[in-house]
């Protein structure tokens, strides 16, 4: 795959990808002025590192993080359970708001949904909880994602994990790389793409197996990949690297990251995307160019971003909302 290196490039943004265009944020080169992030203002915050976050439609945000944190924001509270492991957990996304999964360290692989109800008891008044699921690897697990009846956990030396509803979770044997992987992204029709190591990108086949594409002049760890489709997303990693895919042969690197490690992307098209890095780095991406948001929200690491459609209650007009976490229970919202 060829990859071009340009300095703006004029890309077209379907108007389906969302249901509203995204609210115009000028990308001109230089700094975004203002707060466009905050700090949340909930009681119960969560106290430790944070890897991971997403929200479902009812309105709750849940962060995940080291030591098995889970927290679930909702109604203006925090909420954080009792942790179920000790390991780190690093990936949380659900397919509703009684059916969300984490992973994490040493193939552990958390579900929270609720139980079947016994004979003499109501279905109705069973509450969702976390359960541990038993997982068929030690290898540590690092994104967990799904899409059009499709769920898929990856890496550590390559791990990929698919899940049934009644086999469980099975691993990929001998598998498309070695490499960690380090993030996923499924879309609505099941297809996957996964980002790793050393410029890994990886697809999901029709039948069920996983190829690798290769990337020509990437070595730098891609660590997050976010996007509208298996054939139009982008990749982030180290040293500012933003790689887009337009559904060709062909891949763009995007330019005005600085040098840091990014971490997280989510966006509402491909023409307004959220990216998150070291260092507090905060980028908005328009589709030509990343542009860094000024002052900066934190100095922390950020790990991961989410985001959704909100309707704003005074003028009932709807607008891109998103959530941030990092080390040291950092969660911003906004913009």
Request: negative net charge; proline residues 6%.
């Amino acid at each position: 795959m060829r990859i071009c290196f340009v300095a703006l490039l004029a890309l077209a943004v379907s108007a389906c990808e969302t249901s509203k265009p995204p609210i115009p944020i000028s990308n001109d080169g230089s700094p975004i002025q203002g707060a466009f992030f905050r700090a949340v203002d909930a009681p119960g915050a969560p106290a430790g590192n944070l890897f991971s976050v997403w929200g479902d439609r009812e309105g709750a945000v849940w962060a995940v993080g080291e030591k098995g944190l889970i927290a679930k924001l909702h109604e203006g509270r925090w909420e954080v359970a009792e942790p179920l492991t000790g390991e780190d957990l690093r990936s949380v996304w659900g397919r509703a708001s009684d059916d969300v999964w984490a992973v994490g360290t040493n193939g552990t692989i958390l579900h929270y949904s609720k139980r079947e109800a016994l004979p003499e008891e109501d279905p109705a008044e069973i509450l969702p909880e976390w359960t541990l699921e038993a997982s068929p690897t030690d290898l540590d697990l690092n994104a967990v994602a799904g899409g059009g009846g499709k769920l898929y956990a990856v890496g550590q030396s390559g791990a990929i994990l698919s899940h049934d509803e009644e086999a469980g979770w099975t691993l990929l044997e001998d598998g498309p790389t070695i490499e960690t992987i380090n993030g996923l992204y499924v879309d609505g029709g099941g297809r996957a793409v996964a980002v790793g190591n050393l410029g890994l990108l990886l697809r999901s086949a029709e039948d069920g197996g996983w190829w690798r594409q290769r990337l020509d002049g990437v070595n730098q760890p891609l660590r997050a990949v976010w996007g509208v489709d298996a054939d139009r997303f982008y990749m982030v990693g180290l040293d500012g690297t933003i790689l887009r895919a337009n559904g060709d042969d062909e891949l763009v690197q995007v330019p005005g990251a600085p040098k840091v490690f990014l971490r997280g992307i989510f966006g509402t098209s491909m023409g307004d995307v959220w990216i998150v890095g070291w260092g507090g780095t905060v980028l908005h991406l328009d589709g030509s160019r990343a542009t860094p948001i000024d002052p900066i929200a934190t100095d922390r690491r950020l790990e991961g971003v989410w985001g959704r459609w909100v309707v704003d209650p005074e003028t009932e007009e709807a607008r891109p909302h998103f959530h941030l976490v990092g080390v040291n229970g950092t969660v911003l919202h906004g913009p």
